[in-house]
């Protein structure tokens, strides 16, 4: 029949009524979401799986290194330890609590952790006096100065703050880029996509010519003007994936977690046969620099007059998984970076099934036949002149915006991460203070910063998006920043771009 009342498919001879042009559009809208959504899909599936199997490992050299410290804890130290369990627990605790990204300051965590447990230990290793808080302020005032547990707490300090910052900052990385594509996968096609979807896969049907596969540059030119703003991403999503590949290889290098975790229990040993060896040394100077503490009607305990040799625990290393871990992230990560800007060509080779680039019996558009036009360039403003799909290159997709914003600020953390510095993502009811680790930065680093107290340095705050799914327990909780803001940064972020070109 004519095709007079056709309002999508060229106007000659067809076999389609109206209704049927409309179920075709609607069907060729709905089928492409799903490719987009498949696509996706595929993504999300890496990146959680990398999330997945990091986190384990990471959660694994944190609980064998506890059930370590339990195990041999209680023959090695008698009464040290069983009346001082809950500060080693408390220790574990709190280090979960700053993987997990609570808002935790972690070195003021550790500086805590032993400075109760030196308060402990000292009234334990001298039960004959009667030693008052009051005292053991004193005391804990000149610990830097005296050094009770050598050189274990400064040095545990700055290594496990460099490993503890690279992965947590690592998990996160996985999650904020699935839930970037997750979110990206689930935005709706625009009247004029739907439109040249439906040219490009149904139109063929109503002229008879259900056969015919659509030209490939056509179908290039089609999707890549539907998927503008989405090819926008490719830049801070490439910089995402190296931030990660970067932080990879710290955490299988300088700042080796495998080493660094895996043997806490080591370090705090190494750090109690220290304050065992130097007793009379440290209680002593103690003593000048407090005054003599009352003697103790209690008396001494026979256990505590033991004298305990200098302890020496093994680790067992998984330097191996370690590096597998690292090595198959690496890959997959490096597959990743070009994601968005072959999404169209993938599209259209292996969902839509158009035809070669040089053939000249393909569906064109408007009959079986070669394609003319160039193909467009990557990104919303190359779509001035797309022949297939009309782009108002002057308003983007908000939500896209959005998650470039999110890529922006997740590499920005990495690259903190990458040079041992913290970057503290808050929730908007928790309260403002950081959690800064200001001396655990690089020797070639910490020289081309401002020099800076760690303990008066606040880390850079920003809000994380809300994640879906399984994953590092508390960041569900996370929110994403006020509507407001991300407008207002979006808008600077366009306004730039449009600059730069």
């Known amino acids: 029949i004519l095709g007079e009342h056709l309002r999508i498919c060229p106007q000659g001879y067809t076999c389609c009524t109206s209704e049927m042009e409309e179920n075709f ?22 990146l959680t799986a990398q999330h997945r199997s990091f986190d384990s490992y990471f959660q694994d050299l944190l609980n064998k290194s506890e059930k370590a410290l339990y195990d041999a804890f209680p023959s090695l130290y008698g009464e040290l330890y069983t ?8 220790l574990y605790s709190e280090l979960r609590r700053y993987y ?7 070195e003021e965590a550790l500086n805590e952790f032993w400075t109760r447990l030196l308060e ?36 545990l300090k700055v290594k496990a703050t460099r490993a503890f910052i690279a992965a947590r900052s690592y998990a996160q990385g996985f999650l904020v880029g699935s839930d970037v594509v997750r979110k990206v996968s689930q935005v709706s096609l625009s009247h004029e996509c739907t439109r040249a979807i439906m040219k490009l896969m149904y139109c063929p049907h109503c002229r008879g010519m259900a056969s015919v596969k659509p030209c490939n540059n056509y179908c290039l030119n089609v999707v890549k003007g539907c998927l503008a703003n989405q090819a926008d991403l ?89 590096e597998m871990l690292v090595l198959d992230a690496k890959g997959n990560l490096t597959a990743l970076k070009t994601y968005w800007i072959t999404l169209p060509s993938s599209l259209c ?43 108002d290159i002057t308003k983007p997709d908000m939500t896209i915006r959005q998650q470039i914003m999110q890529l922006k600020i997740m590499t920005n953390r990495l690259g903190n991460a990458n040079i ?42 920003h809000a994380i998006p809300k994640q879906s799914g399984h994953g590092v327990n508390g960041a569900s909780s996370r929110s994403l920043p006020s509507a407001s803001l991300l407008l207002l940064l979006s808008v600077a972020v366009i306004a730039a771009q449009h600059l730069w070109r």
């Not at 498949?38 to 599936?45: L, N, T």
């Not at 839509?352 to 079986?368: F, I, L, P, Q, R």
Request: net charge negative; proline share 4%; charged share 30%.
């Open 25 to 46: 559009a609607n069907k060729s809208r709905s089928e492409f979401e799903a490719m987009m959504k498949e696509a996706g899909r595929s993504v999300q599936a890496t």
């Open 83 to 90: 009346q001082n369990v809950k500060v080693f627990k408390d």
């Open 100 to 106: 997990r990204s609570s808002n935790i300051n972690l």
């Open 120 to 155: 402990r230990l000292f009234k334990l290793l001298n039960p004959q006096y009667h030693i008052t808080d009051e005292y053991l302020d004193c005391m804990v005032k000149h610990a830097e100065q005296h050094k009770p547990f050598g050189e274990v707490p400064r040095d």
């Open 234 to 322: 490719s830049t801070e999503w490439k910089y995402l994936m190296d931030s990660l590949i970067g932080v990879a290889d710290r955490i299988d290098g300088p700042y080796n977690v495998d080493t660094v975790i895996g043997t806490i229990h080591m370090r705090i040993a190494e750090a109690i046969s220290n304050l065992q060896e130097n007793k009379d040394s440290i209680t002593s100077k103690v003593f000048q620099g407090c005054g003599n503490p009352k003697i103790s009607t209690k008396g001494s305990s026979s256990e505590d007059k033991k004298r305990r040799g200098k302890v020496t625990l093994e680790a067992k290393s998984s330097a191996q998984a370690l």
């Open 349 to 391: 080779s292996k969902k839509v099934m158009a035809s070669s680039a040089s053939d000249d019996k393909c569906w064109n558009g408007m009959t079986k036949g070669s394609y003319l036009p160039e193909v467009m360039g990557d990104g919303l403003a190359n779509q001035i002149n797309n022949p297939e799909v009309e782009v």
């Open 420 to 461: 041992g510095n913290d970057v503290d993502f808050q929730d908007t009811s928790d309260d403002m203070s950081g959690s800064g680790s200001g001396d655990s930065c690089p020797d070639d680093v910490c020289g081309k910063r401002l020099s800076k107290s760690p303990s008066t340095r606040q880390p850079e705050t």
